[in-house]
């Protein structure tokens, strides 16, 4: 007599799983390992150089975390601070970034991100500006929108001139980059948009167009006083512009043909796939994440 065989099932779907689990984790340091390592090697790099000056790298690394990660501040340097202001310079990284991010997903070098930036600035300025008695509900968004609309533009151009004359978008980014900042000198030093009797500066956006900060302003805040913290709603806004970017590249059509012209423009056009189009919109889109 033959005794039943246990059921297998159980470890089979245990198996399935687990194996699931692996080929993820596998995933992950695969992702992981390029970033980490090139990490490693300028920490090595910046070590040497700081030695060569006759420095102590492990003091220079310790108040770069500090600053960066509020981790290890001596006495006398609040972390909260710290952290805030990495924030707040955090929040125009990641929409530059991201401006970055999805050209290179469309097979495009956009080196122009500091000048889509900049028009994005200055569009963003008048709007504050002139626009300044209007609600801030109302306000706020029309600043941002200019914002990205200065960055579109900007970002457009070089989308224009690749798709119709095939001019390189490395050297036509950087050119728009210097046109960009020579236009902001020319508008606030001796130009249109300078305060009287003041240098190099424009006009103040109003008020009500301001982010509202995140910490309430008035008392004291991790043993400060709460107007110290710069950190404001820019930082959701940039979050989840970045998880949109995520939707967009992942599970829109737009996304996928981005995707397409960036791995194969002949298999692109193959597919059905309007290469000059993409990558029009794909640098309107950058110019406009950086603007915002």
Same mark, same amino acid.
């Given at each position: 007599?033959?005794?039943?065989?246990?059921? !297998?099932?159980?470890?089979?779907? #245990?198996?399935?799983?687990? $194996?699931?689990?692996?080929?993820?984790?596998?995933?992950?340091?695969?992702?992981?390992?390029?970033?980490?390592?090139?990490?490693?090697?300028? *920490?090595?790099?910046?070590?040497?150089?700081?030695?060569?000056?006759?420095?102590?790298?492990?003091?220079?690394?310790?108040?770069?975390?500090?600053? #960066?990660?509020?981790?290890?501040?001596?006495?006398?340097?609040?972390?909260? @601070?710290?952290?805030? $202001? %990495?924030?707040?310079?955090? !929040?125009?990284?990641? *929409?530059?970034?991201?401006?970055?991010?999805?050209?290179?997903?469309?097979?495009?070098?956009?080196?122009?991100?500091?000048?889509? *930036?900049?028009?994005?600035?200055?569009?963003? %300025?008048?709007?504050?500006?002139?626009?300044?008695?209007?609600?801030?509900?109302?306000?706020?968004? +029309?600043?941002?929108?200019?914002?990205?609309?200065?960055?579109?533009?900007?970002?457009?151009?070089?989308?224009?001139?690749?798709?119709?004359?095939?001019?390189? $978008?490395?050297?036509?980014?950087?050119?728009?980059?210097?046109?960009?900042? @020579?236009?902001?000198?020319?508008?606030?030093?001796?130009?249109?948009?300078?305060?009287?009797?003041?240098?190099?500066?424009?006009?103040?956006?109003?008020?009500?167009?301001?982010?509202?900060?995140?910490?309430?302003?008035? #008392?004291?805040?991790?043993?400060?006083?709460?107007?110290?913290?710069?950190?404001?709603?820019? +930082?959701? +806004?940039?979050?989840?512009?970045?998880?949109?970017?995520?939707?967009?590249?992942?599970?829109?059509?737009?996304?996928? $043909?981005?995707?397409?012209?960036?791995?194969?423009?002949?298999?692109?056009?193959?597919?059905?796939?309007?290469?000059?189009?993409?990558?029009?919109? %794909?640098?309107?889109?950058?110019?406009?994440?950086? #603007?915002?």
């Amino acid at each position: 007599m033959v005794a039943p065989a246990a059921p !297998t099932e159980p470890r089979a779907n #245990g198996t399935a799983k687990d $194996e699931r689990k692996g080929t993820f984790l596998d995933r992950a340091v695969q992702a992981l390992k390029l970033p980490a390592s090139s990490l490693v090697v300028a *920490l090595i790099i910046g070590a040497v150089v700081v030695v060569g000056i006759g420095k102590n790298p492990f003091d220079a690394y310790g108040a770069l975390i500090c600053g #960066g990660l509020a981790i290890g501040c001596p006495e006398g340097i609040n972390p909260a @601070y710290q952290l805030s $202001e %990495t924030i707040v310079s955090m !929040t125009p990284l990641v *929409l530059a970034g991201l401006a970055v991010a999805i050209s290179f997903r469309a097979g495009l070098f956009n080196i122009g991100a500091q000048g889509q *930036l900049l028009m994005g600035a200055i569009f963003a %300025t008048f709007a504050g500006v002139y626009l300044g008695s209007l609600p801030g509900i109302i306000l706020i968004p +029309i600043v941002i929108l200019a914002g990205a609309l200065g960055g579109a533009i900007w970002g457009g151009i070089v989308g224009v001139l690749k798709a119709t004359t095939g001019a390189n $978008e490395v050297v036509t980014t950087i050119m728009l980059n210097y046109i960009a900042l @020579y236009f902001e000198k020319y508008l606030v030093v001796g130009g249109p948009f300078q305060l009287p009797n003041l240098t190099s500066t424009s006009p103040s956006i109003s008020d009500s167009a301001k982010l509202p900060h995140l910490l309430p302003a008035s #008392g004291e805040v991790f043993g400060l006083p709460g107007s110290v913290f710069r950190v404001n709603l820019g +930082i959701i +806004i940039a979050l989840l512009i970045a998880w949109g970017f995520w939707f967009l590249m992942q599970r829109t059509s737009l996304g996928y $043909e981005i995707r397409a012209v960036g791995q194969s423009q002949r298999a692109a056009r193959y597919a059905g796939v309007s290469v000059r189009s993409n990558i029009i919109v %794909t640098m309107l889109i950058a110019g406009a994440l950086a #603007g915002v």
